[in-house]
T-cell receptor, first 111, second 116 residues
């Protein structure tokens, strides 16, 4: 089957750097995505890695190692507004359409 | 332009009743997805529409759940004979038709369903 593992909770202070890890098992791999979801809100797309290496978008970066079936989301210069849940996701190898999501990592940023 | 919209935003129903949830995807997006999210949990895939192809219904939890997409745009998710375990937020998403951008799914605000 397909599954993704990520920590359930992470706490960090404002201005710090935090890394959220994700390991996955898939039948066929079509890239690793990250989504952010604030409490009561809809998930919003953050980043996508199809190839190994680091993708940087402002304060957020995402890394992928396909040989290790591993990726991470790096958040720098943390702000209070970054407090949210972060989900890693892979495309379903069977349908090649829908995403399979991890259970999410709840990030709490403290002052 | 307008994002994905869903209605109603909240629905409270009694056990055993049928409910219909509606999703309006982003114009031009050929792919449409329904997910379910229970409190504090991840997103559970329900059903996927891509253009005129037969939908992928592999995530529907029981035959009480069904969905249709009319004219390749608006979609309706129907839950018959609702049960308390159906209580969740039902999220709809749409995505562009081709390439890696297909992995970018745009989510609606969701419908919070409560079955009493």
């Amino acid at each position: 089957g397909q599954s993704l593992e990520q920590p359930s909770e992470v706490t960090a202070v404002e201005g710090a750097i935090v890394q959220i890890n994700c390991t996955y098992q898939t039948s066929g791999f079509y890239g690793l995505s990250w989504y952010q979801q604030h409490d009561g809100g809809a998930p919003t797309f953050l980043s996508y890695n199809a190839l190994d290496g680091l993708e940087e978008t402002g304060r957020f970066s995402s890394f992928l190692s396909r040989s290790d079936s591993y990726g991470y989301l790096l958040l720098q210069e943390l702000q209070m507004k970054d407090s949210a849940s972060y989900f890693c996701a892979v495309r379903d190898g069977g349908s090649q359409g829908n995403l399979i999501f991890g259970k999410g990592t709840k990030l709490s940023v403290k002052p | 332009g307008a994002g994905v919209s869903q209605s109603p935003s909240n629905k409270v129903t009694e056990k055993g009743k049928d409910v219909e949830l509606r999703c309006d995807p982003i114009s031009g997006h050929t792919a449409l997805y329904w997910y379910r999210q229970s409190l504090g949990q991840g997103l559970e895939f329900l059903i996927y529409f891509q253009g005129n192809s037969a939908p992928d219904k592999s995530g529907l939890p029981s035959d009480r759940f069904s969905a249709e997409r009319t004219g390749g745009s608006v979609s309706t998710l129907t839950i018959q004979r609702t049960q308390q375990e159906d209580s969740a937020v039902y999220l709809c998403a749409s995505s562009a038709p081709t390439g890696t951008s297909a992995d970018t799914q745009y989510f609606g605000p969701g419908t919070r369903l409560t079955v009493l």
